[in-house]
């Protein structure tokens, strides 16, 4: 089995940047059809996003807790700030880039 990697930068501020690490690997798996079972190759993915701040990259999942736990303190605090005041989502890279220009420009 190989695995493919992509870059791709979401976010880049004044301060803050955001890169997402695509992965991409062809797997066999076993696909059961009434009275038949199959093995068949699948495109699996998977992405890990990293934050970078003064040259040092630091991964995070795409949850408050995991990305608060990476930047740095001032900004962990703007971000509670912001999340009491708006619903936030971490499902779209939109939903992630809306977050890190708030940060950004604090």
């Given at each position: ?23 991409y ?23 890990e996003l ?33 999340s ?23």
């Open positions: 089995m190989s695995k493919n990697m992509l870059y791709q930068e979401i976010f880049e501020g004044a301060s803050l940047n955001v890169v997402k690490e695509l992965s690997k062809l797997s066999d798996v076993q696909v059961d059809s009434y009275s038949q079972s199959e093995a068949k190759r699948k495109v699996m993915e998977s992405e990293f934050l970078i701040v003064s040259g040092k990259g630091q991964s995070f999942k795409r949850n408050q807790k995991s990305f608060s736990s990476v930047l740095p303190s001032n900004l962990q605090q703007k971000l509670e700030q912001l009491k005041s708006k619903k936030l989502t971490w499902k779209t890279d939109e939903n992630l880039i809306e977050i890190l220009d708030y940060l950004d420009n604090y």
